[in-house]
């Protein structure tokens, strides 16, 4: 099991930043991958960024250029670093891990994070 705690949301305006913080209650390091999903209402969960245990990351095109996933191991938290915010980006952004395990997937959410962005 693995506890995933989100902070950093808020309200900012366009062309704002916000930084997302995603703690993690044991090592990262065993986890296969780590991710930011968002929810706008109304929409289905989009999956916004990803970083691997090697550190190759992915990003959705709509973010690409604005947004950064990195990690810090040592603190078990994976971070997000919005820029250049958008009202389009307004949503609820969820941290995400995988473990697998042998056969086995394991799949983790945390609560979730409120970002809104005022034009």
């Known amino acids: 099991q693995v506890q995933l705690v989100e902070s950093g949301g808020g309200l900012v305006q366009a062309g704002g930043s916000l930084r997302l913080s995603c703690a993690a209650s044991?090592?990262?390091?065993?986890?296969?991958?780590m991710d930011w999903y968002r929810q706008a209402p109304g929409k289905q969960r989009e999956l916004v960024a990803g970083i691997v245990r090697g550190g190759s990351t992915n990003y959705a095109d709509s973010v690409k250029g604005r947004f950064t996933i990195s990690r810090d191991n040592a603190q078990n938290t994976v971070y997000l670093q919005m820029n250049s915010l958008k009202p389009e980006d307004t949503a609820v952004y969820y941290c995400?891990?995988?473990?697998?395990?042998?056969?086995?997937?394991?799949?983790?959410w945390g609560q979730g994070t409120q970002v809104t962005v005022s034009s």
């Open positions: 044991r090592n990262i390091n065993s986890l296969n991958a």
């Open positions: 995400h891990a995988v473990e697998r395990v042998l056969v086995s997937r394991y799949d983790y």
